[in-house]
């Protein structure tokens, strides 16, 4: 997971919004991993450390999009939406419930484009 927090450090801080593009696949694997660790998880205590990744992951993922001004992709839009206050207990709980009971399904790996 450190890789990737790094891969979007870079993507911040680069100048080719190709990298981003080229690196869709391996953040949505790795978004889908989590959601994964988190659906295998008893309860929200045990899900933190994964839920506090997917918060770091959420960050940096939309703060590379808006300074580079890139559409983001609807897939990706959804859980940046989603995610966007998982640091609230509740919304952990909701979202926790809801990626267990399988309603949260774990979102797709291809291109879309939110319009």
Not at 40 to 50: E, G, H, S, V
Not at 86 to 95: G, P, S, V
Request: hydrophobic share 40%; proline share 2%.
């Amino acid at each position: 997971m450190t890789n990737l927090v790094l891969l979007l450090r870079e993507l911040e801080y680069g100048s080719d919004p190709k990298l981003l593009t080229s690196s869709l696949s391996t953040l949505r694997q790795r978004i889908n991993s989590l959601l994964l660790k988190i659906k295998l998880c008893d309860n929200t205590q045990d899900a933190q450390d994964y839920f506090a990744l997917l918060d770091v992951m959420q960050s940096l993922m939309m703060k590379v999009y808006f300074i580079k001004g890139l559409e983001v992709p609807t897939d990706l839009w959804r859980f940046a939406k989603d995610f966007d206050r998982i640091d609230d207990e509740n919304t952990q709980h909701y979202l926790f419930n809801e990626i267990k009971s399988g309603r949260y399904s774990l979102i797709e790996v291809h291109d879309q484009t939110n319009s």
